[in-house]
């Protein structure tokens, strides 16, 4: 099964919390997993990612925590703040006897209030 | 600067007609592919190639096609047949000509909004 399924699908934290973002997936051959941010009229850009031979991985106030067994992992954001406001995608790569492709997930809209 | 460059920006068309969407990078990427976005549907793959000259259907590439006949140039064109083409069309690459990894990671452009009336 080659889907991500992402949750929740909007989000609204004050300013200074942590946002927390979900995704899960069934593939097991998935072997890579980043997390992209959009913001309105752009393409997408990689924030952060993962392999699954590690189990947290951080960059300043972003945080990718992976469960290999419970095949899920999640971004955090901490001290979240109004710029941070944009959909944030997860993702998961795979090559199959067709190539290599990154599945996505389906967006989490993030709104910081200040 | 290096870049995956996509045009036009906004792109209008009567339903009936084919249209093709531009997509070049100058990252001297082996590997691009096109995605289309819709509100609550995230990324959803149409096609891909990894080298010129070859492609692959994604999972939604009916009513689409491609070619590659430069590694810079990857268009997609949404043909008559693409029952609802409104959407927000990415393109995107990567570096190594095997698939998106952690040392190969997938650059976006900043995409093509059709409009089908």
């Known amino acids: 099964q080659q889907q991500v399924k992402q949750s929740p699908q909007s989000l609204i934290v004050q300013k200074g919390g942590i946002s927390i973002i979900n995704c899960a997936y069934e593939?097991?051959?998935?072997?890579?997993f980043p997390w992209y941010q959009q913001f309105p009229g752009k393409g997408p850009a990689l924030l952060i990612a993962?392999?699954?031979?590690?189990s947290e991985k951080k960059e300043g106030r972003f945080t990718i925590s992976f469960n290999k067994s419970a095949k899920q992992f999640s971004l955090h954001i901490m001290d979240s703040q109004p710029g941070d406001s944009a959909t944030y995608f997860c993702a998961a790569s795979i090559f199959d006897n067709q190539g290599g492709k990154l599945i996505f997930g389906q967006g989490t809209e993030l709104s910081v209030k200040p | 600067d290096g870049g995956i460059t996509q045009s036009p920006k906004y792109l209008f068309r009567k339903e009936g007609q084919n249209v093709t969407l531009s997509c070049e990078q100058n990252l001297n990427h082996d590997a691009m592919y096109w995605y289309r976005q819709d509100p609550g549907q995230g990324l959803r793959l149409i096609y891909y190639?990894?080298?010129?000259?070859?492609?692959q259907k994604g999972d939604i590439a009916e009513g689409y096609s491609v070619s590659r006949e430069k590694k810079e140039s990857f268009p997609l064109t949404v043909t008559s047949a693409q029952k609802n083409p409104t959407a927000f069309y990415l393109c995107?690459?990567?570096?190594?000509?095997?698939?998106?990894?952690?040392?190969?990671?997938?650059?976006f452009g900043n995409g093509t909004r059709l409009t089908v009336t």
């Open positions: 593939n097991t051959a998935f072997d890579y």
């Open positions: 993962i392999r699954p031979d590690v």
């Open positions: 190639s990894q080298i010129v000259n070859d492609f």
């Open positions: 995107a690459s990567s570096t190594f000509g095997g698939w998106p990894s952690y040392n190969s990671p997938l650059h």
